[in-house]
């Protein structure tokens, strides 16, 4: 008789040959080892397949998906497996959990007895495992959300990685599904969606989880679209504020616009360090939409401030392909 699964790791697969080893050696070296792991692969032209079927560390489960379905179409796969399972990861073949990320997460939400989602820090590495960054200050603090703040913080783009995202399906089917219409922001979409049919939503700030940056990441060959990687975002901001149900007032709205100008000068400063002056305008036009003239222009001061004090003075290491930092 199969065990009943209380932890499942998910998998989504595509010519993962490159990092798919790492990953599941850091399954491997759990505290609290997850039950159930299954590498959903769609369609693999490299040695996917042969890495993930001749691992014999843990029981893996290979599973082929009979056509390509697109990287969040193979997400929405993995979602299938949560009615299964009391808690699930989406957990990406290029990104790492430290051992103690399972043992951890399970424990933060033990007492929920409906649907929960919990997230920690992650830190980015580049293809090398070279540390890069951290997304928060990890002074191990725990916060459990009420749904509103939840909900701010999502209209505002707050970082939640999937490799730090541990959902509470507590056996039941997901109530949403991942949009393929956003082939940037999906995950910023999804994470709201889901957070509303939770009964507990808690923060770690811990840097349990490894997310890695790499020339060959999706994003990096998705951001050289304007639309997902500007008109989609202040979509998402949009569409998270109104599931708070009410109407944001103006300073509200001025902080929403104030971020996009923030993060959208971001990407237009990179591209220009990249060579790409021509894009790097279009974004600034297209962003300018949204946030107006003056908020952009006082955006674009804290963008040159930011990299003057954080990459210039204090000399963080960054990938050279990655746009959004």
Request: proline share 4%; glycine share 6%.
């Amino acid at each position: 008789m199969k065990m009943k699964s209380i932890i499942t790791v998910a998998l989504p697969l595509y010519n993962s040959q490159e990092f798919l080893l790492q990953a599941l050696e850091s399954l491997t070296r759990q505290t609290r080892r997850p039950d159930r792991i299954i590498l959903v692969d769609d369609g693999s032209k490299d040695s996917t397949a042969e890495i993930a079927q001749n691992y014999s560390s843990l029981p893996i489960e290979f599973i082929q998906n009979p056509k390509n379905l697109g990287m969040f179409g193979n997400f929405n796969r993995c979602l299938d497996f949560a009615a299964e399972t009391d808690y699930l990861q989406i957990l990406h073949a290029d990104d790492l959990v430290k051992p103690e990320f399972y043992e951890t997460m399970e424990k933060v939400l033990a007492d929920c007895d409906g649907r929960g989602m919990a997230w920690c820090l992650d830190e980015r590495i580049d293809e090398n495992n070279k540390w890069l960054s951290v997304s928060g200050k990890a002074d191990g603090r725990i916060e459990v959300l009420s749904k509103d703040t939840f909900l701010a913080r999502k209209a505002e783009i707050g970082n939640q990685a999937f490799c730090a995202t541990l959902l509470k399906t507590n056996r039941q089917p997901v109530p949403e599904r991942f949009r393929e219409d956003m082939p940037i922001v999906g995950d910023a979409a999804y994470w709201p969606k889901f957070g509303i049919h939770c009964k507990k939503i808690t923060t770690v700030n811990l840097a349990l989880a490894q997310y890695r940056w790499h020339g060959t990441n999706e994003t990096v060959f998705r951001a050289n679209h304007i639309q997902g990687l500007i008109v989609d975002e202040w979509r998402v901001i949009e569409e998270v504020e109104a599931l708070r149900g009410k109407s944001p007032g103006m300073l509200r709205m001025a902080k929403l616009k104030g971020l996009m100008a923030v993060r959208s000068g971001i990407k237009a400063k990179r591209y220009r360090q990249l060579g790409n002056a021509a894009y790097a305008q279009q974004i600034a036009k297209t962003a300018r939409q949204y946030t107006g003239v003056p908020i952009w222009l006082a955006a674009q001061f804290l963008v040159e401030l930011r990299e003057l004090l954080v990459f210039k003075i204090g000399g963080r290491p960054r990938h050279p392909k990655n746009v959004y930092s």
